[in-house]
């Protein structure tokens, strides 16, 4: 069977689009990688390119371009509105098929460990593959950006892991590491009362009581009349979107509120949603394994 | 967006296994098709075989294992438990992907017509491509076997669809057509009675008012002491795996009997699935784009 991994590298250009083609080449034509989606943000002054594909033909491609944003993209120089310290700013290796966190927590140490000795460049090591509780989130890491890294990272707490000791001069640092899979899954009420919406998500969020891999806040949806209970699902294997639309439902109740419907925004993987068919029909002895394009994708 | 079609050839050759191989290897190695399974029976003396891919390749390759079973099998030497017409017995083409069921059948035609033209063979064209109602049923097309057909072709009734107006010497006829996917799914009561499972495969079953899509039967399962509804889905696109697995918890209700729970044997297409979780989540504006590995499948 083979392995299929997503990647999600962020690059510090959203202007200068001959350049992001110039990124983006690295990843086309290439036996094993699939350059699923990409988008450039100029207020933002950044790009987003998500790929799959093999993990040893993902990371060729990836210290390819790694190497490519450093020789292009000039941090010293850099503007926009979100917050980087790097050219590219952070690289996540994300589980899809065949393979664990683990693995993705590998494969993205080994492109660290490359890339940082072919291209005398530092990288930190976050979220799952972070070797210290205070460098697991990102935007932790990333504090004081750019151009305060220097400084921070003379510090014991912001040594890099795999590099050297202080920012590349015009490349800056990455974040780079393994992460499971985000699901972004909104549950729609049948009410206009946002309070409804924050006090369900407050119950379910991890951060004050609620399911371990969820981040859930209320929304308003003024054009359509309605609220939502808007939610990120970092680790969908865990803490299943079924259990969680059950839930807000259960809570729901409370008010004399009805559930309309749910949403996932942008990409899902498979599992996530097979997963739900299986708690809802009480499939026994289901295996992925079964699912024809499942077979499709394995050799 | 590349389409993608499954075949599942039945041949008349279940024993001589070096013969099975030979027919197999027109599927191995070949770019765009990928065989998925086979499995070869002694008793009914056949091989299933499994393949999948881009319709242009999956044609070629079966219309030259259609060229290798004529030259290897002799249907006038042929014994077998299982009822059969043709050295290859009937070839579905199911759409999987980026594929109606409109060219699946225009796909069946075309291999129809170049195999009739290459090996001077005749072809039935069944299921969703009959040409006639009195044709859409392969055990009514094959009623009477290999030794009736040349006598059952005479008549105005079962001339063939392409190829000479008998059957091939040795190769005999073959149905070949277009369908939707099957799906065996299983729903197991807590009850150990059989009539209960029997009553509710009726009420659900076309055959017997239910639903259009759906062959259906009661089963007992005698070493876990309950019974089963076990059931064909026939085109899950028309009548859903929630709707059978709500009705019949809806029919249990009268019985005072409740649902344990349900099993898919065998291989189902990832929106079969996606589907049920569409539903049970009231997942609004839904596409298939959005799953992972659907993109991963698309060109």
Redesign the interface.
Known sequence: MNK?V?CVPNFSEGRDLQKVEKILDTFRGKKGV?L?DYSSDEDHNRSVVTL?GEPEAVKKSVIEAIGLAIELIDMTKHEGQHPRMGCVDVIPFIP??NMTIKEADELAKEVAKEASELYDYPFFLYEKSATAPHRENLAKIRKGQFEGMAKKMEGDEFKPDFGPNTIHPTGGVTAIGARM?LVAFNI?LDTDNLEIAVKIGKQIRHLSGGFRYCKAMGVELEERGIVEVSMNLTDFSKTS??RV?ETVKMECKRYGVN??????V?????EA??D??QY???????SMN????????SE
Do not use: D, H, W
């Open positions: 299929i997503e699939k699923l799959m899809i098929k899979p729609k979107i079924y639309f559930v309309l419907g749910s949403e996932i942008g990409l899902v993987p498979m949603l097979t739900c068919a809802y029909l009480g499939l026994e002895n289901f079964q699912v024809l394009e499942s077979r499709l994708l």
